[in-house]
Each structure stands twice: as structure tokens, then as C-alpha cells.
Nanobody, 122 residues
Framework: VQLQASGGGLVQAGGSLRLSCAAS????????VAWFRQAPANEREFVAA????????SYADSVKGRFTISRDNAKNTVYLQMNSLKPEDTAVYYC????????????????WGQGTQVTVSS
């Protein structure tokens, strides 16, 4: 499966963005999907994950209550709605897919999108 992340941009603190992760090659409903992010000089960190069916989700403590992950299998797309953005949310955001299970460990995802830059100004 090939993943394409989009929707990043520049936004003021307190603003919102919605990221999209579109799949091609295979149906995304066959994969658990997660979002990770990486800021300069930082390690890649887990943001959110959603199960194959969409019935189970998981979030990093730093984004809980502000970000929402969802999926539309008919559109072969997973979304990350980001509200109340903070400057510390600035990073390149990546979506990733696992054909079997959901995890918060980036090493357990074998398919990755190219990343989309999110910049939050104070």
C-alpha cells in the first residue's frame, strides 16, 4: 500500500488543521493506521492510532482531548483532526500502516507516507 499524507500548513496557536492520509494500491481498511510526528532534533513520536475497523483509537497524552483520529474506509482515507494547536505541535507528521494490529511503536509499522509539515506560530 502507498500512503500520501496531506493537509499540513502554517496556523496560529489555538487554530485547527485536518490532516489526511490517502491510500493507493490496496484498500486502507486492511490496515491499522497511526500518525507519528518528528520535530527537528527530536525522535519520531507517536501521536494517534486507529484500528482496522475504526472501533478503537489511542492517543499520546500530549494530544489527548485536542486531536481526533478517524477513518473513512469508503474513501480509503484516515484523518487527523487537530484542534487547539500549540507551538509544540510543530513537526513533520507522518501516517503509517500495519496490516495486523495497532501499536504506538514506529518500528512496528512497515508502510509510511512522505510526511506533511505542520507549523504552529505563537
Amino acid at each position: 500500500v502507498q500512503l500520501q499524507a496531506s493537509g499540513g500548513g502554517l496556523v496560529q496557536a489555538g487554530g485547527s488543521l485536518r490532516l489526511s492520509c490517502a491510500a493507493s494500491g490496496r484498500t486502507l481498511s486492511s490496515y491499522a493506521v497511526a500518525w507519528f510526528r518528528q520535530a527537528p532534533a527530536n525522535e519520531r513520536e507517536f501521536v494517534a492510532a486507529i484500528s482496522l475497523s475504526g472501533g478503537w483509537t489511542s492517543y499520546a497524552d500530549s494530544v489527548k482531548g485536542r486531536f481526533t483520529i478517524s477513518r473513512d474506509n469508503a474513501k480509503n482515507t484516515v484523518y487527523l483532526q487537530m484542534n487547539s494547536l500549540k507551538p509544540e505541535d510543530t513537526a513533520v507528521y507522518y501516517c503509517a500502516a500495519n496490516p495486523t494490529y495497532t501499536s504506538n511503536r514506529y518500528a512496528e509499522y512497515m508502510y509510511w507516507g512522505q510526511g506533511t509539515q505542520v507549523t504552529v506560530s505563537s
